[in-house]
């Protein structure tokens, strides 16, 4: 009975004359979620960097839960950057984060509203403008979230070996009996 692997090539190597492909990489569908879930983090990053910075002075728990907004903020752009170069486990992270993320926004998003009265100090940004900032956040990341467990489950990470050469007459693009086209 034949083996699916060749026990004198170590793991996480190549066989000699063949290369590893991605194919899911490549789809359509799947380069799409990718970018569509680096634009949202980078936007929940910098939307939380404004309000951090927008609401700074009046911050419930002061600067310590200003340094907390500030590392939601960076966490996002890491989280951009890794989603670029197509790791996918954070993707899971990210929605988890995202979702008590949305949590905060939802239960805080009214306190920015009834700051907008007489006798209440005015941070950096009017506070009705950082209310309507909070609630965009919050919709943001149940984009995020739905983004990124699409993208989760479209298998970024499968990997096949492919005879070196045969590019684009290899797996789903050869013909339907199996063999490579044959040039005209």
């Known amino acids: 009975m034949g083996r699916f692997y060749d026990p004198g090539v170590p793991v996480g190597e190549v066989r000699p004359g063949y290369e590893l492909w991605r194919p899911n990489r490549e789809k359509p569908a799947s380069v799409t979620t990718k970018w569509l879930t680096v634009l949202l983090l980078l936007l929940t990053a910098g939307l ?17 839960m200003g340094i ?3 590392i939601y903020a960076i966490l996002y752009f890491c989280f951009a950057f890794l989603v670029a ?4 486990g954070i993707l899971p992270l990210a929605a988890a984060l995202s979702m008590i993320l949305a949590i905060f926004c939802a239960v805080g998003a009214d306190s920015w509203f ?7 100090d005015e941070a950096a940004l009017s506070s009705s403008l950082v209310g309507v900032l909070v609630i965009i956040l919050a919709v943001v990341q149940l984009a995020v979230i739905v983004v990124a467990l699409y993208g989760f489950n479209q ?9 070196i050469g045969n590019g684009e007459n290899y797996g789903a693009g050869a013909g339907s009996s199996g063999t490579a086209p044959q040039p005209a």
Not at 85 to 88: F, G, L, T
Not at 114 to 120: S, T
Not at 155 to 163: H, S, T, V, Y
Request: net charge positive; glycine share 20%.
């Open 155 to 163: 298998g970024w990470n499968i990997e096949e070996e492919r005879p």
């Open 85 to 88: 170069r197509w790791r996918r």
């Open 68 to 70: 907390v907004c500030a």
């Open 114 to 120: 009834a700051r907008d009265k007489a006798g209440f």
């Open 48 to 64: 939380a960097a404004l309000i951090t910075i927008g609401g700074w002075s009046v911050l419930e728990g002061g600067g310590g």
